[in-house]
């Protein structure tokens, strides 16, 4: 998981975006006087929404 600014993402975004892509790797964004934001690939979210859907229904299976 790598941190950065946002400026640091601005001047370098496509680096950053091949990063979070190609090597699967969590993105930090830190904002001066904002929440914070994280970047993950599109394959790594549907994945894991799939996990948490997955442990859903096991849940109310069990209850």
Same mark, same amino acid.
């Given at each position: 998981m790598k941190v950065i600014n946002y400026t640091d993402l *601005? #001047?370098?975004l496509k680096k950053w975006l091949d990063l979070v892509v190609d090597d699967v790797e969590? +993105?930090?964004v830190m *904002? $001066?006087?904002q929440k914070d934001v994280v970047i993950i690939s599109l394959e790594e +979210? +549907? #994945?894991l $929404? $799939? !996990?948490i859907t997955?442990? !859903?229904v096991r849940i109310?299976?069990?209850y």
């Open positions: *601005r #001047l370098n969590e +993105l930090i *904002r $001066k006087d +979210l +549907l #994945l $929404k $799939k !996990q997955c442990f !859903q109310v299976k069990y």
